[in-house]
Nanobody, 115 residues
């Protein structure tokens, strides 16, 4: 069974930075097309960044140039470096496969950006 554990969220002022981590067990992140998602109150979950097994990355327009997705194969961990944070980045952040999701989602990590 796949378990995904997200961490690294918190409260930060606009313009600040956070680095999120997603530790996976029961799967190998380097062979999967992995993504970071976020869900703000009253909104649908959206994919904000993804990384292919080959290391190619992609980003939603709303975060392009500010967020960077990466992974550490030895630690079986996917990261999301978030810079120049904006209040509209406030959401719960989750990791999962970018498509054909694992059935079980982690608990997510809350990111709150104050203005």
């Amino acid at each position: 069974q796949v378990h995904l554990v997200e961490s690294g969220g918190g409260l930060v002022q606009a313009g600040g930075s956070l680095r999120l981590s997603c530790v996976a067990s029961g799967t190998i992140v380097s062979i999967n097309y992995m993504g970071w998602f976020r869900q703000a109150p009253g909104k649908q979950r959206e994919l904000v960044a993804a990384i292919t097994s080959g290391g190619t990355t992609g980003y939603a327009d709303s975060v392009k140039g500010r967020f960077t997705i990466s992974r550490d194969n030895d630690k079986n961990t996917v990261y999301l470096q978030m810079n120049s944070l904006k209040p509209e980045d406030t959401a719960v952040y989750y990791c999962n496969k970018a498509t054909n999701y694992f059935a079980s989602w982690g608990q997510g990590t809350q990111v709150t950006v104050s203005s």
